[in-house]
């Protein structure tokens, strides 16, 4: 059982403190009814709830909220682990620049805009650690990773103009070319 302490709207939940999912379903049929009749309820009012849980042996914050057929329960980080953006971005100085590279940028993006898809991702950290473990399994040396070219941006502009060319050359909008992974 878990005991809620509060509810929020979903809208001022700040994803800066969401850290770790988990789903949640019904322990068993007696507590399925329960569950479905809050979880429709907190749906209905666009709702969060707030908890308590023992995770790995710790009192954990959470946030339980509707998910599909089940819920989702996601570790919370406290208030002290989350740093202000005005002590980050105070050094932030104001800027001047032309009018015309945000066109510029705003096209470029319009034609990159595409559906989020996790599958897209690849953990390349992984990836190397799984080849060096099966390198130094094999006895032979790691696989040394290639370096990257060094670039040197001089002009924003030009370098937009020429992205925004090579886009509407391909004109491939929302088809993704990179290989899809799972993990295991």
Do not use: W
């Not at 994803?15 to 009814?33: H, N, S, V, W």
């Not at 080849?131 to 040197?152: F, Q, V």
């Amino acid at each position: 059982t878990l005991e809620v302490g509060e509810f929020v709207e979903l809208g001022d939940i700040d994803t800066r403190y969401l850290e770790k999912p988990y789903y949640l379903i019904p322990a068993d049929g007696a507590a399925a009814e329960a569950f479905e009749v809050i979880r429709k309820a907190m749906e209905k009012k666009r709702v969060a709830a707030r908890s308590c849980v023992v995770l790995y042996q710790r009192g954990r914050e959470v946030l339980i909220q509707p998910f599909g057929k089940g819920m989702l329960l996601t570790e919370l980080r406290s208030d002290s682990e989350v740093i202000s953006e005005q002590s980050v971005f105070k050094e932030i100085k104001k800027v001047e620049y032309d009018s015309d590279l945000t066109e510029i940028a705003s096209l470029l993006i319009e034609k990159k805009v595409t559906r989020f898809d996790p599958s897209k991702f690849e953990d390349t950290y992984e990836d190397a650690l799984i080849a060096m473990i099966e390198a130094k399994r094999k006895g032979e040396a790691p696989p040394k990773s290639a370096p990257r070219p060094k670039e040197n941006v001089v002009n924003l502009a030009e370098i937009l103009r020429k992205s925004l060319a090579q886009e509407g050359s391909g004109s491939r909008k929302g088809k993704a070319t990179a290989s899809k992974k799972r993990s295991a």
